[in-house]
């Protein structure tokens, strides 16, 4: 598997991740290897295999009691964010 | 002997006998770091003032007689793990402003065993690596050999223990970020089962695949920093409701009887020879004690690193999308819109292989691909544990190298990622099935630490350490230590 430019760009853009001119040649390159590794796995037999989705067999995720069990601490949360007011963070303008 | 020396286990056993006190122990140790980190960089943070705290109070429980064996020990944890007012980094930029507002599980556990916080140790970014490089702090150094990497991605554990300038630390393992780095720097590096101990406040790499542990000097020093860790946490969903055992208590457990298989596919090409008769030497040494010894194929096992490297950079890819420079972390300077700050926020936020990860696994999972990546390597996945079944209803551990060399010099592989990746050749299929798994130190070649992996079946744990511990009581490869930190 190959990538080009645009692919990664495209791939970079789904993952919001801004990528600078210097990075993009040693992304398109390093990506397509990693592709072309994992690609070994097309040739293991795996018809009639279930996708294992968890380590544990049998384990059921737990479901907790629908009650409140934690107390308000907005404030010492907040406390980590860049931009806040009035209890709410903030971000860039998003209606115009 | 000088006090670190000592192992976690005998540290607590002098507190006890009142031979020192912890303040002692700990100024000890913070003395060490001091004079050691420059050179190693293995602590992101020291926190003095916290660990004095830590000592007095210690003291005076053990003055009351009250306590365990582990109060007035001093241990580091691994950046990843949350700690309530403290720098709490994973290595990366991008949280290189988070000062946690909470206690991780294991780190609460740890507090109330009594247990004296040093510090946070360096780490791979995000935990994504295998020789340290990849932390927005730098690279940590190798004690054994400075020009070396001490492996990934708990390497500040790793060199912080094997210096002895930390008793103890805790690390996490995905892909073998444990008993890699353990391998690598001559600890006991100890993975428990999947589920075993909570993840609650362990920042999240790869969520089917992630687990804590131990790197410890001895087995007996992860039994008891294990069986302190372990144990059901509501606060993790995936925490199992299993009792704990006493782990400290099983390790007399003898040898004889016990059915080994050697994993064949783990002694092929790419095995350096100094390294493969080491663990040969090793193995050979649990038939004299009356082990039995077959050879085993587990052939889906060498499709563990392709099926690894879509799983995890999947799952990483849908945990760090929680750094959006929103409510925590690095966030850029002026965004112009909501899309340029995630963009901005992440792309400055995030290290090289961080940004390659997160984009491997958005690949993956993207419209048309899941089903020829990721699902392919789910399928895979379940061949790899099956093989690992079958093989356990044959024998009760399976034994090989940890690393397929020992330790390399910095920069020697960060040219190419898939060199990189496939130092985990040997430590992956552990964490995709699973399993508990030990790497201790069975040698040197070239001066350098090699290590014995044991992998045995889920919650085997006690099983693992009495076997890493009767190698310990009959060898004393881990009693050495790096010559400049004698």
């Not at chain 2, 003095?48 to 580091?76: F, N, Y």
């Not at chain 2, 929103?326 to 090289?352: I, M, N, Q, S, W």
Request: aromatic share 8%.
């Amino acid at each position: 598997m190959t990538l080009t430019r645009r692919d990664v760009e495209n791939i970079a853009h789904l993952a919001r991740l801004q990528i600078t001119e210097a990075e993009m040649p040693v992304y398109v390159s390093s990506l397509s290897a990693i592709l072309a590794f994992v690609e070994q796995l097309s040739g293991a037999a795996t018809d009639d295999v279930v996708p294992m989705a968890h380590p544990l067999e049998g384990q059921v995720q737990r479901l907790r009691v629908d009650a409140v069990t934690e107390s308000d601490d907005r404030d010492v949360y907040q406390a980590n964010a860049a931009a806040v007011e009035a209890g709410l963070y903030l971000v860039p303008k998003v209606i115009e | 002997m000088s006090l670190h020396h000592a192992t976690a286990a005998e540290i607590g056993r002098r507190l006890r006998a009142r031979e020192y006190s912890s303040v002692e122990v700990t100024l000890h140790f913070l003395d060490r770091i001091e004079k050691a980190n420059t050179l190693l960089n293995a602590f992101v943070t020291v926190t003095r003032d916290r660990a004095l705290e830590d000592a007095r109070t210690a003291d005076a429980r053990i003055a009351k007689g009250e306590g365990g064996p582990l109060t007035g020990v001093p241990l580091a944890h691994k950046d990843i793990f949350c700690t309530t007012g403290i720098l709490t980094s994973c290595g990366s930029r991008m949280l290189s402003n988070f000062v946690s507002p909470y206690d991780a599980t294991v780190v609460e556990r740890l507090a109330a065993a009594g247990m004296v916080l040093l510090g946070k140790t360096n780490m791979d970014e995000f935990a994504m690596g295998s020789s340290n490089e990849t932390s927005w702090f730098g690279p940590v150094k190798n004690p054994w050999d400075p020009s070396k990497v001490p492996g990934g991605s708990s390497g500040g554990s790793a060199a912080a223990v094997a210096a002895r300038i930390a008793p103890v630390a805790t690390g996490t393992d995905t892909g073998g970020s444990i008993r890699q780095p353990g391998a690598l720097t001559g600890l006991t590096g100890f993975k428990p089962t999947y589920g075993r101990v909570s993840r609650y406040g362990m920042i999240a790499f790869a969520s089917s695949l992630d687990q804590a542990g131990v790197l410890a000097q001895s087995a007996e020093d992860a039994a008891l920093v294990l069986g302190a860790m372990a144990g059901f946490d509501a606060r993790d969903s995936t925490s199992v409701d299993t009792p704990v055992p006493d782990y400290a208590a099983g390790l007399e457990r003898p040898v004889k009887g016990l059915r080994i298989g050697i994993i064949r596919e783990f002694f092929g090409d790419g095995l350096e020879a100094g390294t493969g008769a080491a663990v040969r030497a090793a193995i050979d040494a649990f038939h004299v004690q009356g082990a039995k010894v077959v050879e085993l194929s587990l052939p889906n096992l060498p499709l563990s690193v392709p099926t690894y490297y879509v799983v995890a950079p999947a799952e990483c890819s849908s945990n760090l999308s929680r750094y959006d420079g929103v409510r925590f972390g690095h966030r850029c300077k002026d965004p112009r819109d909501l899309v340029d700050l995630y963009r901005r926020t992440r792309g400055e936020g995030f290290g090289a292989e961080v940004k390659r990860r997160i984009m491997t696994g958005t690949y993956v999972l993207s419209a048309g691909y899941y089903d020829a990546y990721y699902l392919k390597a789910q399928k895979v996945r379940s061949l790899i544990n099956a093989d690992f079944k079958r093989a356990f209803e044959e024998v009760d551990v399976l034994m090989g190298p940890t690393t397929p060399t020992p330790a390399f010099a910095i920069g020697a592989k960060t040219g190419d990622p898939i060199t990189m990746y496939l130092n985990d050749i040997y430590t992956i299929g552990a964490n995709l099935a699973g399993l508990p798994a030990v790497s201790v130190p069975c040698g040197l070649v070239d001066g350098l630490p090699v290590g014995l992996q044991v992998i045995g079946p889920h919650f085997s744990e006690e099983r693992l350490l009495a076997a890493a511990h009767a190698w310990q009581r009959a060898t004393d490869w881990h009693r050495r230590l790096p010559p400049a930190f004698a």
